[in-house]
């Protein structure tokens, strides 16, 4: 990169207070945008050193914004600001004649940005103190915590991860960087809401979505025994020793030589299983057991061999072979320590990693090498070592991980009134107004971006995903003869991979690498998740493309890379094993001894695909700034990290890790956490302050009264009286239950339900809702078609002839679908 960082140009103004608004600006601001950050007089609502994380290399000012000086003063800023950011309940800016209509026309080209809790036309939730813990116990986050919880009997289960804010950060962060590339075209500005709630929605996307009938043969050991139990009304009851044999063998923990776990995540990949059983010294030995094994997996079940259910690498793996490929491996690993293994399986690329505590993430090599946690000067703490970037451009790396001086609450004040000062003061009458035919709908941001997405499974897919419904079209291209299996591709595939055409198409065969030419001379966004060497080996570099086309533009994700090179950037990865590395599976389990995968499937994935979005709008906005072609970048590593910011930190006598964990916490303290009331359960959440109001509005004088209380009573009966006192507290809700609701435009929980899906299943997903711009038009989103269903289609355009295609055809350089059914039942 050359130049100027790309934001450099860009003021944002950051009302923001916690999490989320904070950390959306905090993005901006590693992208070297100006950020002014405004906090109340005192100084920021969190008291947390995770406080000095989100407002590093940020300008500090304390305005009192019910004192019309104030509010005065603020105002100027929004005149000269490219974009604004609060994330207050609805309604109080406009209470401090800071709202978005009033600020839009002071400001007709000002980007204003809202992250509230719930959605300001959610007539049910949009009221509540949107505290993180109420907003994931509203959209279903404990209750549905994941099959391990469900076998325990232990619902709900609490958890600190700030899913609802980091999910919201980075797509109101993406968001506010596309209406930008928007605005460098038809010059006005927008009003974009992100409700908090909606997004967690989204990021939970997998985790509820529905397909009926959903075939038996993707039904995981625990899910049948879930199946089993309740048909036989037996309890859930599990213990977490049992539960180690419903895991399957390619998908789980094993104690090493040191007693310390490492985890394996490498079912449902042909070239995974394969190595690592070659690696454990299993494969010809289980071959001559005469394990199963298919050479087409996308055959329906019906066309298997007499006698199979499942095959080697498919997930799951077949029970009777399952306990038999476990116990081997177990016996395999207890040979080196787990920290042995994670170099054994990295040099040979196999997807593994030693559990960690979060502690002992923030302590290792490879995080600080690559940039992954970076470090700030704070006055009071000195030295914070903290996440690093999000999203980053090559050729950022010094200006990304340099150690930089948080400035302290109202710090920057003389200097940022002294450079204002010149800028008239706003009122009424000399407000400007907005530019002619602002009324009019705008157009998408990306319409006119053509996206090459050549990535798979969770996390790649979700970037282009985003991008489509900004209005950039997609092509995804995948191999003729697929390595990932049918859960991987397909069933992941129709929440990723709507609003795409498919094609499919053999890149090792001179006329696929013609194919991929051609795309590559059309493509303004390529998108990829691999390593370096994968790149290289492709010869998919970012200077190979800009050989075919220089203004295209390579965003490429990994598991563990960073703005710098570090000892484990090429090992391959997956969602779970940066939860295993990062500490989440340790604190969900409760301990080194005892970790489970936390509740959602793609958590990570989904979050760094965002985070991926977000890199290619920012590269977007300086190739359209400059014409240079930059890559785009981020990592699972780096999104894991994003979801423990209120723990992901570390100074000289920092206090312990005490953040909540196990199974059966409910909570932080009295005052948030969840409660059972005489029929159900809900959750509180309180300020210290607001004791004296909580203690009369249920009648206890200790805290440690309230558990026995609220069961002496209904919840609706508490709720009540909670909300009287504006207290937060919300049922705890359930992502089958929000599924289930009729689909309401003005929800902060939506779900689209198509019942006449080209897979001819019913599909429930969550409706892409989370970023609602004013002006803005966002695209809609077509089911997924088959894969391969466009691969004709695109190849006309091409250019190439129906002679050429048949041809192609016919020697196997491209394909129409990999098998007679949609989803192989």
Not at 16 to 22: L, M
Not at 398 to 423: E, M, N, Q
Not at 697 to 709: C, F, I, S, T, Y
Request: proline share 8%.
């Amino acid at each position: 990169m050359t130049g100027p960082l790309p934001l450099a140009h860009m003021r944002v103004l950051d009302f923001g207070q916690y999490i989320a608004g904070p950390a959306a600006a905090m993005m901006l601001a590693d992208q070297g945008a100006e950020v002014i950050h405004v906090d109340p007089p005192g100084g920021p609502r969190w008291d947390s050193p995770a406080a000095v994380v989100l407002n590093r290399r940020k300008r500090c000012i304390a305005l009192d914004l019910k004192n019309p000086r104030d509010v005065d003063i603020a105002r100027r800023l929004v005149a000269t600001s490219d974009v604004l950011i609060e994330n207050f309940r609805p309604g109080v800016m406009e209470r401090l004649s800071l709202g978005p209509q009033a600020m839009r026309t002071l400001n007709p080209s000002l980007i204003y940005v809202s992250l509230p809790g719930f959605a300001s036309t959610d007539r049910e939730f949009g009221a509540l103190p949107a505290w993180e813990g109420i907003i994931a116990a509203a959209a279903g986050q404990f209750n549905d915590m994941g099959l391990n919880r469900v076998l325990m009997g232990i619902n709900p289960s609490f958890s600190p991860l700030c899913l609802p804010s980091a999910y919201g950060a980075v797509l109101a962060a993406t968001a506010a960087a596309a209406a930008l590339y928007g605005r460098e075209r038809h010059g006005r500005g927008d009003h974009i809401e992100v409700p908090l709630a909606s997004a967690l929605m989204e990021g939970l996307a997998y985790n509820s979505m529905r397909i009926e009938p959903y075939p038996e043969r993707y039904h995981s050991l625990r899910e049948r025994e879930i199946a089993r139990r309740r048909a036989a009304g037996l309890p859930m009851n599990m213990n977490y020793a049992d539960l180690q044999e419903l895991l399957d063998p390619f998908y789980r923990s094993y104690l090493c030589a040191n007693d310390r776990p490492f985890y394996v995540v490498c079912s449902s990949h042909r070239g995974h299983v394969r190595k690592l059983l070659t690696l454990m010294g299993l494969l010809e030995p289980l071959r001559a057991a005469g394990v199963p094994e298919l050479d087409d997996w996308y055959l329906p079940r019906e066309e298997w061999p007499d006698g199979f259910d499942g095959a080697l690498g498919l997930y799951p793996t077949p029970p009777a072979w399952a306990a038999r490929i476990a116990d081997d491996m177990a016996a395999r690993f207890r040979t080196k320590t787990s920290f042995e293994w994670e170099e054994v399986f990295g040099a040979a690329g196999i997807p593994g990693a030693a559990h960690r505590l979060t502690e002992e993430w923030l302590q290792s090599t490879h995080p600080i090498e690559a940039g992954l946690l970076i470090e700030t000067r704070d006055r009071e703490r000195g030295l914070v070592r903290q996440l690093g970037p999000l999203a980053w451009l090559q050729g950022t790396a010094d200006f990304a991980t340099a150690t930089t001086a948080v400035s302290p609450p109202d710090g920057d004040r003389a200097a940022i009134l002294a450079k204002d000062a010149a800028a008239p003061i706003a009122t009424a009458s000399t407000a400007g107004s907005p530019p002619a035919g602002s009324n009019a709908e705008l157009p998408p941001w990306f319409a006119g971006i053509r996206v090459l997405d050549l990535t798979n499974v969770i996390a790649g897919p979700t970037i282009s995903a985003l991008l489509a419904r900004f209005g950039a079209e997609v092509t995804k291209l995948d191999a003729v003869r697929p390595e990932f299996d049918p859960w991987c591709t397909i069933v992941f595939g129709m929440h990723g991979n709507q609003g795409k055409r498919s094609l499919l198409c053999d890149l090792k065969s001179s006329r696929g690498q013609e194919v991929l030419r051609r795309l590559l001379a059309w493509a303004d966004v390529v998108t990829i998740n691999a390593s370096e060497p994968q790149i290289a080996g492709l010869h998919l570099t970012a200077a190979e493309i800009g050989a075919i086309n220089p203004r295209a533009i390579l965003c490429r994700i990994d598991a563990f890379g960073g703005p710098q090179p570090g000892p484990r950037s090429d090992y391959p990865g997956y969602d779970d094993l940066v939860q295993a590395s990062t500490g989440i599976m340790a604190r969900f389990g409760g301990s080194l001894d005892t970790p489970e995968e936390h509740a959602h499937v793609g958590t990570i994935d989904v979050l760094c695909g965002f985070c991926g979005a977000l890199a290619t709008a920012i590269a977007l906005l300086h190739r359209q700034r400059t014409g240079e072609a930059v890559p785009a970048r981020a990592s699972l590593a780096a999104a894991g990290q994003l979801i423990q910011t209120p723990f992901m930190f570390d100074f000289e006598g920092r206090p312990p890790h005490d953040e909540p964990s196990g199974r059966q916490t409910k909570g932080y303290g009295p005052l948030y956490r969840c409660y059972e009331a005489s029929d159900g359960w809900f959750f509180l959440a309180a300020k210290p302050a607001q004791w004296p109001a909580l203690a009369q509005a249920v009648a206890v004088d200790e805290p440690a009264q309230l558990e026995g209380r609220f069961h002496e009573a209904p919840r609706q009966h508490w709720l009540d009286r909670l909300r009287a006192a504006d207290i937060g507290a919300t049922a705890i809700g359930s992502l089958a239950a929000w599924r289930e609701r009729p689909r309401h435009p003005a929800s902060s929980f939506q779900f689209d339900r198509h019942a006449s899906h080209p897979s001819g299943h019913l599909v429930e997903l969550v409706s892409p809702s989370a970023i609602r711009p004013t002006d803005a038009r966002l695209a809609p989103l077509a089911p997924a078609e088959k894969f391969g269903a466009s691969t004709r289609r695109i190849l006309a355009e091409l250019g190439f002839s129906a002679a050429e295609i048949e041809a192609m055809l016919q020697a196997g350089a491209v394909a129409e679908s990999w098998s007679r059914q949609y989803l192989p039942d």
